[in-house]
């Protein structure tokens, strides 16, 4: 009987400290974060996949 009082009182502040929307947003935010990441691995791979420039170099006979 008393874990059901503790469960019910959890659930109660969880409810009063608007948890599942701090969950909700915190989710949002890895989301955001991840994307980020993944857009600049792919951003680097596409530069390394980009052909090489052919430089002139000058060689002078003096």
Do not use: Y
Request: glycine share 0%; no cysteine.
């Amino acid at each position: 009987m008393e874990n059901l009082l503790r469960v019910e009182r959890l659930l109660e502040s969880m409810e009063r400290h608007q948890t599942k929307e701090h969950v909700k947003n915190a989710v949002k935010e890895w989301l955001l974060a991840s994307r980020s990441v993944i857009d600049s691995v792919i951003d680097t791979i596409e530069e390394e996949k980009a052909p090489p420039v052919a430089r002139k170099i000058n060689i002078s006979k003096e």
